[in-house]
Each structure stands twice: as C-alpha cells, then as structure tokens.
C-alpha cells in the first residue's frame, strides 16, 4: 500500500504523519523546510494517483512515485542537518532516526540470512546469478552499492558484505556507524535527565566487541550463529530504547502525579 491513508505502515500515511508533525512546530521550521515536506507529500499523492487503482496498477510509475519521495525525504532531511539548532528537539529527532534505522537494518540482515542469501559463494557457477542478487538488494537496501564497490571492486563474498554492513565505522549503514551514532546523540542528552542518559548508551550493544571472523563463521548446522546473535541484540535494543527515550522524554508525569493533579 502506497498511498492509504488506513495502513499505519503505507509510506504515504507516515508522510502524513510527518506534515501533521511538522505542522505542530510551524513556528520552528524555515520557510523552505516547510515547502519542502509540503510538496513532498503533494507530489507523492499526485504520483499515486498516476499509478493507478489497484486493478490498472503501474508497478514503474509506482518505482517512480517511490523514487521521486525518497529524493524529497533526502532534502528534507539535509535541511534538519543544515538550519536545525541542535538542542534537544533536534538531538531526539536524530536518535529516533538511528533508531529505526538500527532496527531496520539489522532486521533486514537478519531476513537475509534466514532466506539463504549467504550460502553461495562467488566460485559456485550455479548459484552465481542468484549470489549477485542478493548482494546487490543488500547493498541497494543499506545504500552502499558505490561504496561496496570503491572498496572491493567484484568481491561478492560474505566478509566483505559485512565487513561494510556491518563493522565499517566509516559506512553512515553500517550497524556499527549507527550505534556509535546513537551513543555520541544520547550522551549530549545526558545534563538533560541528570546523568541517566549515560546509562541507555551504556546498555546499547557495543560492535568493538565484534570480531569479523566470529560474524562469519558458519556452526556445525551450517548457521552464522554469532551474527544471529548479533543481528538480534541490534533488534531488541532498538526497541527498547525508543522504550526507554519515550519514558524518559516524552512522559510529562508519571500516574501516580497525573492522580494527584486529577
């Protein structure tokens, strides 16, 4: 579902979202900012409609559609980067940010794995064709592809695949980045909750403890053991921390206050 409004994971009912979100600090955007997350979703409305119902449906103009939003999204975001001051507001919508993407990205891996795309290798003639599939839906999915390539030419091996995806402390997809991102984010919050930040960043995994021969080794199963374990704990700190954030920072008073004021 592109563009329903009734399907809470549609992408055209979280750019309504967004709009509604933004709506409510107006005052706080540029004129530009605004303009541009208006147009965003104006022009994705329009797109969807080109497409077609679902009985005369365009899956190209729909890739276009996709397209044409994922570039608006990037300014968007860009304009957060460049005119935001970065105070709280701006620290929490950059955590958040890294927060899905943590949990996307290594629920993405995690899928990857579960459906084989590990188990050949560049030598198998048989299953090359299928290989660089799933090599180039990685790296298209972590937006790497260029990068992959600077840095291992024709390699289609699983240890350059995650030596990028996931330990590259230098790759903004790689889990690595985000998670070293995530901690430098939560740690200016710190002054703001009397040091319990610190805490949160402590319990977020840590990938200098990640070796890469442990992420590729296969057990007597034949499974990436390590990795799923990995993989898993990027998942579950996810949610609890945007858990743990929506407590401490979005919670103006905890029940046994809102009884008393009541």
Known sequence: ??????????????????????????????????????????????????????????????????????????????AQT??????????????????????FLSSALDLAVEVGAFEHTADDADSADENSSHYAALLSLFDSTITFHAQYQQRRDIVALLDLLVLDRDNPRSLAWVLGTLRSRLSKLANTVQGQVAEIAQALPDPANWQL????????????????????TCQRSALELSDDINRRHFSHADRDNRSLLA
Not at 82 to 102: A, F, N, P, Y
Not at 213 to 230: F, I, M, Q, S
């Open 1 to 78: 579902c592109l563009d329903q409004d009734e399907h809470s994971t549609s992408v055209g009912y979280n750019l309504r979202a967004l709009q509604q979100a933004a709506s409510s600090l107006r005052e706080r955007l540029s004129p530009e900012h605004w303009n541009a997350i208006v147009h965003c979703v104006d022009q994705f409305s329009a797109d969807c409609a080109q497409a077609g119902s679902p009985r005369a449906f365009s899956a190209v103009q729909a890739m276009q559609a996709l397209d044409a939003a994922s570039s608006a999204l990037a300014a968007i975001t860009g």
């Open 82 to 103: 460049d005119r935001m001051t970065r105070d709280d507001g701006w620290q929490l919508l950059s955590i958040g940010r890294h927060v899905e993407r943590l949990g």
């Open 213 to 232: 021969a442990d992420l590729c080794r296969l057990d007597e199963a034949g499974e990436a053991r390590t990795l799923l374990d990995v993989l898993a």
